[in-house]
């Protein structure tokens, strides 16, 4: 008998993990709410495209993917910031070539770690299924498919199902449970810039473009054929919020005072205001991710993070890789503690999906505002030249968690000390030519870096 594992949730995360459970020979049977993404159109407005960086890139590497992968992604070397009433201006994300990010349609990468998955003849995706209950004790699971309730037996299961996860409610109904759910004040929404008339995009197609306005902002990453996705992030309630922004007035008289430059760009503004849902944005964290040697939870149903880092998936993907690191071969299953198995996915991986979780909320300040503000700028130029003068001793925060593998918690405890080094240098000086490597040196010694 091949050894099975049951995933809950054909997301990102479920299809990459269905194909590194099957390469390590196990049989994998997935349950997936939804129809079959490669068979339908998916819902407009809906995360259309990510930003994969490193992190996520690394599993998918060794699962030897990237070449096809490659054709996927448009990379963006820094963030063109749009002011307003001042022109753009471009801030790369870091010093070398290899310092980017990249583009990448959602619908299309799930779509094809499926088709990968199942290439393999060992994952079966079980689509519209949706799973509501799971039960421990009976070693069962329900399923409503097209309206009527169906009982499923599993040996052992994964929860891949997101934010709403029907597995973590499972699992935190069973133990002594920690856990938070902190609904963020502010939601998002999708608009879209189509192509010019000769296909091109009609924004720099290299740069992820931030509208940053104080309170909201929006951000527009790039699409293979030409678009761009555009996310309006703003607050929920109070004088400039989705609860006063509504009709077709109140959205004309929003984008004319706030977006001059990129309205005339927006695809049928007001229709895809008015029908492209509202999405609100969450960070979760709980303990445990898992229940005896039965049920684990990885990906945003066990962390869910607020999009501002770009790393939700990235973060779900390094899971992914944990878990190639960690689980036996089949073969070796049914010698194997699983629920010693499951403890250590969540010791490795939960310390970091916390930290990146804290970086993801203090990224929203940064690009809704920080930004547009001078202080900023002089710390990121303060910033690139002490990497430059002690690459060993200093690389950027924003770099560690998008271009190395450290651990986030890592980059996060010393991202701590590179603020109070760059505040002290930022009350100091007013340019990066007052710096001399002396200075520099005395204050790593002083923080310890
Ligand atoms: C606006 C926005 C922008 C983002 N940008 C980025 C970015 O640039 N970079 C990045 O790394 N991350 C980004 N993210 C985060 C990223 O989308 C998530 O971290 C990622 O999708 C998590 O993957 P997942 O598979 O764990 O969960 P999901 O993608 O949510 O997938 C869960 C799956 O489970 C299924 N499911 C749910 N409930 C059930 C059920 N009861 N039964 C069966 N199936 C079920 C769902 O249909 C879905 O297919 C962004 C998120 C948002 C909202």
């Known amino acids: 008998m091949i050894e099975k594992i049951t995933l809950i949730g054909g997301g990102l995360v479920g299809s990459l993990l269905s194909l590194v459970l099957a390469r390590k020979g196990y049989s994998v049977d997935v349950y997936e709410s939804r129809e079959d993404m490669r068979k339908v159109n998916i819902s407009a407005g809906r995360s259309i495209n990510l930003a994969l960086a490193n992190r996520g890139i690394k599993p998918l590497q060794a699962l030897g993917l990237m070449n096809e992968i490659n054709e996927m992604l448009i990379p963006m070397k820094g963030r063109m910031v749009h002011p307003e009433g001042e022109p753009a201006n471009f801030q790369p994300y870091g010093q070398t070539t290899n310092d980017v990010i990249y583009s990448i349609s959602r619908g299309q990468l799930n779509s094809f770690l499926m088709t990968k998955?199942?290439?393999?003849?060992?994952?079966?995706?079980?689509?519209?299924h949706r799973v509501s209950h799971i039960d421990f004790e009976k070693m069962t699971f329900t399923a409503n498919v097209a309206g009527t309730?169906?009982?499923?037996?599993?040996?052992?299961?994964?929860?891949?199902?997101?934010?709403?996860?029907?597995v973590r409610q499972a699992i935190l109904s069973q133990e002594s449970k920690q856990d938070s759910?902190?609904?963020?004040?502010?939601?998002?929404?999708?608009?879209?810039?189509?192509?010019?008339?000769?296909?091109q995009h009609k924004l720099?197609?290299?740069?992820?473009?931030?509208?940053?306005?104080?309170?909201?902002?929006?951000?527009?990453?790039?699409?293979?054929?030409?678009?761009?996705?555009?996310?309006?992030?703003?607050?929920?309630?109070?004088?400039?919020?989705?609860?006063?922004?509504?009709?077709?007035?109140?959205?004309?008289?929003?984008?004319?005072?706030?977006?001059?430059?990129i309205k005339p760009l927006l695809d049928d503004l007001i229709g895809s205001y008015q029908n492209n849902p509202t999405g609100r944005l969450a960070t979760i964290k709980c303990s445990p991710w898992h229940y005896k040697d039965k049920a684990l939870i990885v990906g945003d149903s066990a962390h869910a993070v607020v999009p501002f880092h770009g790393q939700g998936m990235n973060c779900g993907f390094e899971d992914c890789?944990?878990?190639?690191?960690?689980?036996?071969a089949a073969d070796n299953a049914k010698d194997s503690d699983w629920q010693a198995l499951f403890g250590e996915v969540e010791q490795v991986r939960k310390i970091n999906s916390?930290?990146?979780?804290?970086?993801?909320?203090e990224n929203y300040i940064e690009m809704r505002d920080s930004v547009r503000q001078h202080e900023f700028l002089l710390q990121k130029q303060f910033a690139f030249k002490i990497q430059q003068w002690f690459p060993k001793r200093f690389t950027p925060r924003y770099a560690m968690v998008m271009f190395e593998h450290r651990p986030y918690s890592e980059a996060f405890e010393l991202g701590k000390k590179h603020k109070q080094l760059l505040s002290e240098l930022s009350d100091t000086y007013s340019c990066p030519t007052q710096l001399n490597g002396d200075i520099v040196k005395e204050l790593l010694d002083k923080y310890q870096l």
Request: hydrophobic share 45%.
């Open 117 to 128: 998955a199942e290439a393999t003849g060992k994952v079966k995706f079980f689509f519209e």
């Open 149 to 166: 309730e169906k009982s499923i037996n599993f040996n052992r299961i994964i929860g891949t199902d997101g934010a709403n996860s029907p």
């Open 181 to 199: 759910e902190a609904v963020l004040d502010h939601s998002y929404k999708e608009l879209t810039i189509a192509p010019d008339e000769n296909g």
């Open 204 to 261: 720099d197609a290299n740069a992820l473009h931030i509208w940053p306005r104080g309170e909201f902002m929006l951000i527009a990453l790039p699409n293979l054929d030409g678009s761009f996705t555009v996310t309006l992030f703003m607050p929920n309630h109070g004088f400039t919020s989705f609860d006063s922004v509504n009709t077709k007035e109140e959205i004309h008289h929003f984008f004319d005072a706030h977006f001059t430059s």
């Open 321 to 328: 890789n944990a878990i190639a690191e960690l689980f036996p």
């Open 354 to 361: 916390d930290a990146i979780a804290d970086m993801a909320l």
